[in-house]
């Protein structure tokens, strides 16, 4: 027995406005080994993903990655003492799903997982649905007293520190964080613990505003010079411009860590990469249990970056302004 999926009016709503009519049913979500169904209370993800995304998920994906739910069932085939720890918990989610039996899963790089996908993107059911089916590996408990709104940035903010944690921030002169979405807002805050000489550079003058109130560097990315001088840039953006920013303000020898995909038809000059020996990393998933304790001990000021919280039918039309940092939907 099939009924109407939640999720369905977000993405016919998106892809409707490129336009591409999408039709989709989807089943309840089964809860299957291995995994837990969770009641969503809180789903989101950053405006700007949820359209990209839905251009490609041609197959009908529910969009989304990032979750708050209530435990509603875990899978017999959990451990007793697992299903016990997770009985009505209130949980939050690593959005990549991996096998768990592929070579990479074994070699404990599940990130990397063969057969891997993340929620939200073509094939592996997304988070903006009343109720969503995991693997309860992937689940974290919130601690008692966060409020929803804190918890569901645990998914971002992960990325963020991973991206953070590519290479040793410490002692490092000098580290820029390219752009001014929710990815470069929370890497600026993550590095701004270890390295004092981070400087957000951004397009956008509201990003400025919160860099002031945390008490980090910031400037408009088009009134800096390209001195290649700095020894990290975080692009955050992925863009040609951003990238050719990046990679002409890199001193020799300097690394580049990507922590966004490059926008299609991105094609920045590489010639920096090669004269000046440079070093790029990509930075992908993170682990929202790495997360959550920056967000307990209030190293992370979240205040605001959800922009806008609201109802499913409201959703599709905030979704797609690509300029909102963040959209929490209420299932
Ligand atoms: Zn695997």
Redesign the pocket.
Known sequence: MTQENPGAPLLDAIAAQQHQIIQCQFPNPVCGPGQALVRVRLAGDVPAWVSAQAARNTDGTILGRDIVGVIAEVSSDAPAGVRERLRRARVVCSPHI?????D??RAGV?QH????GTMGTMGVPGSMAETVAVPWRNLTIVPDGMPDEVALLAGPLARALHAARMIRMEGKVYVTVLGDNLAALLAVQTIARLNATVRLLGWRPEAFGRAERWGVQHRHADEVGRRRDQTVVVDCVGSSRSLDLALGMLRPRGTLILAAEPAPGATPDLTPVVRGELEVLGASHGSVADALPLLVSGQIDTTGLIEVRTRPSEAPRLLSRGELLYVAVEF
């Open positions: 991996a096998c768990g039996l592929c990479m899963c599940s997982c063969r057969e891997g």
